[in-house]
């Protein structure tokens, strides 16, 4: 399964004040991984500008190299920002959610497809994996007793449901 070189960062959701500054919504784990980034990526990783940044609350305040006003920061609304994924060193058994997106989800004992992993919502204490199946929806918590093996390679995530999980399914 091919991997995107340059992933979904943030979104440009407003100016910060008059001199360029604009506020970013991540799209990471947290602020500070954009914060501790100096170049992102336009146009999905065609166009790279250097940046400087600072977590602000839940947000980013970010200044972008030529954007010098608050008219230029104000033309970039709505903008996505786009990172290298070799600019990030992921800790062993994580893993950026576009490339669990598209995995297909397997009983680790029987090897029975249940369906498609289509989302990844956050709660706080875990992540939680929408999967698309034949059905409908099921939510998997992304919990070591659950998820058994992810093969972002293979396209394939292994998992040990709990009892009545799919229960509705034929």
């Keep these: 399964m091919p991997r995107k070189k340059y992933l979904e960062a943030g ?31 336009f146009d999905n990783g065609k166009t790279p500008v250097k940046v400087g940044a600072r977590p602000h609350k839940n947000a ?28 990030i060193q992921l800790d ?15 009983d ?10 289509t989302d990844v919502s956050p709660t706080g204490a875990n992540d939680v994996y929408h999967v698309k199946t034949k059905k409908g929806e099921v939510l998997i918590p992304a919990v070591p007793s659950v998820i058994i093996e992810t093969d972002i390679d293979r396209g394939i995530m292994r ?6 999980m799919f229960d509705d399914e034929d």
């Design 159 to 164: 998992i040990l449901p709990i009892k009545g």
């Design 60 to 87: 980013v305040i970010m200044k972008i190299e030529g954007v010098n006003s608050a008219q230029d920061a104000a033309a970039l609304r709505g903008r996505v920002l786009y990172l290298d994924r070799e600019d």
């Design 108 to 117: 680790a004992d029987t090897g029975e497809e249940y369906g498609i992993l």
């Design 11 to 41: 979104r440009i959701v407003a100016t910060h004040g008059i001199k360029g500054e604009v506020k970013v919504q991540p799209w990471c784990d947290s602020p500070q991984v954009l914060c501790n980034l100096s170049v992102l990526y």
């Design 92 to 106: 062993d058994g994580t893993y950026f959610i576009q490339d669990l997106i598209g995995l297909k989800v397997a």
